[in-house]
């Protein structure tokens, strides 16, 4: 009752390959030479990678619908830019700029006359960078203007460039009023200490922006590269003075340090003389690169993006066609070495090629699952290593059968592994059958015609299986695997989500204190919101601006707005109308209108008006507090939330700020996995189903998949690893694998025909306990170079590919058994 009626598709699909098999062990040179044919033409894809590369950060690392991407859109249509009248503040962009942090290098207060004056000189050095490019192009000529010159920093504008005015100048705090004209500090001065006046009595960092304009022209846009890129050189090996120490950054650091993360992996990659298989692992090795090979070039031929992530996949296809390769070797060691190779190479692909087609399956169905998520890097790495999963399985039944048959028939006449020449019988008369010499080889068990054991084959029969299916030993695997599931468990409570921007850069990048100084020092003060009131709405309405205040209300209620700092067109416009006209009038209304945002021009790019009518304006409000990822997502969802409650028949409000592009994952990165998780496993189960003759096997691999996935999950929090979208890449990764070692080790115990289950179980391990152990080790050491890079993005897929092949392993040779 074993098996049941998938027979009709297992043992006919066993048949056909062990047909296959026959074939190409009579005919092996065209599945050589072909193969070699093809992946040496498809490769030549490789000559368009640079122009598919795709690393802009936005495209890959945020989702690609994400609500932000619409409202920005709307932004940049009703609330455009100023090239005369910048403010950092209604930007729809992070904006082009360069950016210093000054911390005091005793960690005391920066507010002394030494350390401005070393601050002062920092500034003075970057308005007077200049590089040629046809002309000489200094700041003064690239620079965001206001009333007609270059944007200054709030703090030396306050102290008119004097550092000796900074001992005498009592600084409130967040806010500083000098001659009508209000200065935000929250994100100029950092690490901050009042006395109860709200004064500053001790600060510890100052931040200066140094803002570039952002018009359209091919030339500007040029000179700005230059200018930003003469403005990382001179830092990169600036000295500070005595009193102050300085990070660097500028808007483009994130791209430039996550296109050169590539080129910080640096791969550190190392008997019997007729049965050895030395010639047959390289050419296993070769297929597998054959295959990364033949699928970037195809993918690259038809115009796929190619991802940094990308560059993680050759070391797991690596460990994919290795695995792929021992369990073919195993079958073959398990044939009759008396027969024709023919007869062999049939057995061998009878037995290993539905063990392996399983796997491909599941494999190529979890990466291409993985298509459904919404970032960029997630479906790059995707196709790219799925359709490289395809290509290193049709390798592998092909090139690599057919040099197995190949190296089958210099067994079959003793000759040597290296010289290729005759030598004698490893079975000379009087000698044990185990009989071995540097100078003789082709030793066989007489007994089965079968090669001889390996060690570790043996220990699986002898020692391990009986072990395992001894009664106590259950008891103590069940104790185990009870552990495994509750730190799993606990794991997966700890989690985090989203990407933090900073891991985007290798760990020795300068970028890397700029964000510690920034997270430090300037943490308290977060994004400066616009909250957009969409539609024709009557601002002259005393009824409808009771009813737009409430909804606004709700927004300075919340905990991390600081009601103080809120920033409203239409309240100074009020406060302007008081005793010169009635404003709630709509006539006066309109008409007074134009001449108090001329007169308070920082206010004219928050109102859109056309055709005398206000087709959309915004007020600001101030986020306090948001220091983490779960911060980011709270105030994001409670933010659009209060916006859709807010909005009505009359009017609707929008929530936007440029960091919210990159808030967007949080709101699909969980739902996505999910998604992905449970597609994928009932994708695993019907193909499980199918080609596993035994339903309860099958039920089993599924259980299996859900158990190493929320190992992985829990273990990786536990590592310090986010769930984000290069983690979700890895998870993905994980259903594929997690399925391989248990359908493995469950095909193999429901085709053996062993009476009882714990016989079956021990043959099982005996047949493939050995090959899931190399498969294990030979794709952990494909991906351990990556331990040793500096950058997240390659550490997180070695710590991923650790968990997941461990925990996979451990489910294939201990739990499922």
């Not at 073959?332 to 063990?355: C, F, L, P």
């Not at 209060?642 to 609707?652: E, P, R």
């Not at 929320?710 to 979700?728: E, Q, R, T, Y």
């Not at 498969?775 to 997941?804: D, N």
Request: glycine content about 6%; hydrophobic content about 40%.
């Amino acid at each position: 009752m074993a098996r049941y009626h998938t027979d009709c598709i297992e043992k006919p699909l066993s048949n056909l390959f062990a047909k296959l098999g026959r074939f190409v062990g009579t005919y092996p040179f065209p599945f050589l030479i072909i193969p070699l044919i093809c992946s040496a033409g498809l490769g030549s894809g490789f000559y368009y990678l640079k122009d598919r590369e795709a690393n802009d950060i936005e495209q890959q690392f945020t989702p690609v619908n994400g609500p932000a991407k619409t409202e920005r859109c709307f932004v940049k249509e009703h609330f455009p830019t100023s090239d005369t009248e910048f403010s950092s503040q209604r930007l729809y962009t992070d904006g082009i700029f360069a950016s210093v942090i000054a911390v005091s290098k005793t960690r005391r207060s920066i507010l002394t006359q030494d350390a401005f004056k070393e601050i002062i000189a920092v500034d003075e050095k970057i308005r007077n960078i200049s590089v040629t490019n046809n002309r000489r192009i200094t700041f003064s000529n690239i620079c965001a203007m206001e009333n007609d010159q270059c944007t200054s920093n709030a703090i030396l504008e306050i102290i008119e460039y004097n550092a000796d005015k900074i001992v005498q100048t009592n600084l409130t705090y967040p806010q500083y009023v000098s001659n009508s004209k209000v200065y935000f500090l929250g994100s100029t001065v950092g690490g901050v200490k009042l006395n109860r006046h709200n004064v500053v009595e001790q600060a510890q960092a100052i931040r200066l922006y140094y803002y570039l304009r952002e018009d359209g022209n091919d030339e500007h846009h040029r000179q700005v590269s230059l200018w930003l890129n003469e403005f990382l050189r001179v830092f990169s090996s600036y000295s500070a003075g005595d009193s102050i120490e300085v990070s660097y950054f500028t808007s483009r650091s994130r791209q430039e340090e996550l296109e050169g993360n590539s080129k910080e992996v640096i791969p550190l990659f190392s008997l019997d003389n007729v049965r050895n298989k030395v010639w047959v692992a390289a050419f296993g090795v070769i297929s597998a690169g054959m295959g990364v090979l033949s699928s970037f070039g195809l993918l690259l031929y038809i115009g796929v993006p190619f991802a940094m992530t990308v560059a993680n996949a050759p070391f797991l296809i690596l460990g994919i066609g290795v695995d792929d390769m021992f369990i073919m070797i195993s079958a073959w060691q398990q044939t009759n070495v008396q027969d024709r190779v023919e007869k062999r190479m049939g057995d061998t692909y009878k037995e290993a090629a539905i063990s392996i087609t399983i796997t491909t399956l599941t494999d190529v169905l979890a990466f291409y699952i993985g298509l459904m998520t919404p970032f960029g890097s997630v479906q790059s790495f995707c196709m790219y290593t799925g359709t490289a999963v395809l290509f290193c399985y049709l390798y592998s039944i092909t090139f690599f059968g057919a040099f197995l048959a190949l190296n089958g028939r210099r067994e079959a006449s003793n000759r040597h592994w290296l010289t290729c020449m005759k030598i004698p019988t490893d079975n000379p008369q009087g000698r044990s059958k185990y009989y071995s010499t540097c100078c003789v080889g082709g030793a066989y068990d007489v007994i089965t015609n079968k090669e001889v054991e390996q060690p570790m084959t043996h220990f699986f029969r002898k020692y391990y299986g009986p072990f395992l299916t001894k009664s106590c030993s259950k008891f103590l695997v069940t104790f185990l695997y009870a552990a495994y599931l509750a730190g799993s468990i606990y794991g997966c409570l700890q989690m985090q989500e989203g990407i933090d921007l900073k891991n985007l850069a290798t760990d020795n990048s300068y970028i890397v204190k700029y964000y510690n100084d920034e997270k430090e020092y300037f943490s308290k003060y977060g994004p400066s919101v616009m909250v957009i009131i969409k539609g024709e709405f009557a601002y002259w309405n005393q009824r409808e601006r009771d009813t737009l205040n409430k909804s606004l209300e709700k927004f300075n209620r919340l905990p991390f707005i600081d009601k103080s700092l809120s920033v409203s067109w239409l309240n100074s416009y009020i406060l302007y109308a008081m005793n010169r006209f009635d404003i709630n009038n709509e006539t006066e209304f309109r008409k007074n209108l134009p001449g108090f945002l001329r007169n308070y021009y920082i206010f004219q790019p928050d109102v859109n008006i056309s055709n005398d009518r206000i087709n959309a304006s915004r007020v600001f409000i101030q986020t306090i507090h948001i220091t983490n990822s779960t911060a980011e997502k709270n105030m994001l969802n409670e933010l659009r939330e209060i916006a859709v409650q807010g909005s009505n028949k009359t009017f609707s409000l929008m929530v936007y700020h440029p960091a919210f592009i990159y808030y967007d994952q949080y709101a699909v990165i969980v739902s996505n996995t999910i998604q992905n998780i449970l597609v994928a496993t009932a994708a695993m189960l019907v193909i499980s189903l199918l080609l596993i003759p035994s339903p309860l096997c099958s039920l089993w691999v599924t259980f299996a998949i859900a158990s190493v996935i929320v190992g992985v999950a829990g273990f990786m929090a536990l590592w310090d690893v986010n769930l984000d979208s290069i983690s979700m890449i890895n998870l993905v990764i994980c259903i594929g694998f997690s399925v391989d070692f248990s359908a493995h080790i469950s095909y193999a115990f429901v085709s053996n025909n062993k009476p009882s289950a714990n016989e079956k179980a021990v043959e099982a391990l005996f047949t493939l306990g050995y090959p899931i152990v190399q498969g294990a080790v030979s794709t952990i050491l494909g991906v351990v170079v990556l331990a040793a890079a500096e950058s997240y993005i390659f550490r997180t897929f070695f710590k991923i590919m650790f968990l997941v092949i461990l925990f996979g392993a451990v489910h294939g040779i201990m739990f499922m058994p």
